[in-house]
């Protein structure tokens, strides 16, 4: 008499052996998202300082990237267009919140990254801005005439 299919035995050895390969290679795919999400939020950083250069000789006005908590930025130029109650600068594009979107933190050695309506950078010292996730960071340098050094 043949049977057909496998024993409980066999079965049990290819999911045990399934699950040792799953647990050896879960922390390195964590580590690559990880590794992903920070340089994607370094390069979105990189992505608004262009972006603020390109506004403020586009727009003739000063713009800056700030960075309001330790995850999101906003570029603002100055003066405003139109006259509103109270504010004295345009909001250009979307409030970004990296920890939201990436799940990184962001530290800067300075709050705003500036730019006169040349595109030249108006901080007197170099920026630097480190995007960091549980362990990994990568870092990101604004010279003092606006140009990003990576």
């Known amino acids: 008499m043949s049977q057909r299919g496998f024993t409980i035995f066999e079965v049990l ?3 045990v052996i399934a699950g040792i390969m799953v647990l050896i290679g879960f922390p390195r795919l964590r580590d690559v998202t990880i590794r992903s999400d920070v340089r994607s939020a370094r390069v979105a950083i990189s992505s608004m300082v262009a972006s603020a250069r390109s506004a403020a000789t586009q727009t003739n006005r000063r713009t800056e990237l700030r960075f309001d908590t330790d995850s999101t930025a906003v570029i603002v130029a100055y003066p405003r267009l139109v006259a509103a109650g109270g ?3 345009d ?3 979307p409030v970004e919140n990296l920890k939201g979107r990436y799940g990184t933190t962001i530290a800067s050695t300075a709050t705003t ?3 006169d309506p040349r595109g030249f950078g108006t901080n007197a010292n170099a920026v630097t801005v480190t995007v960091s996730r549980q ?3 990568s870092t990101l340098v604004v010279s ?3 140009r990003i050094q990576q």
């Open 144 to 146: 003092p005439f606006g």
């Open 87 to 89: 504010s004295t600068r």
């Open 91 to 93: 909001t250009l594009g």
């Open 135 to 137: 362990g990994f960071t």
């Open 13 to 15: 050895a290819v999911v």
């Open 113 to 115: 990254i500036g730019f």
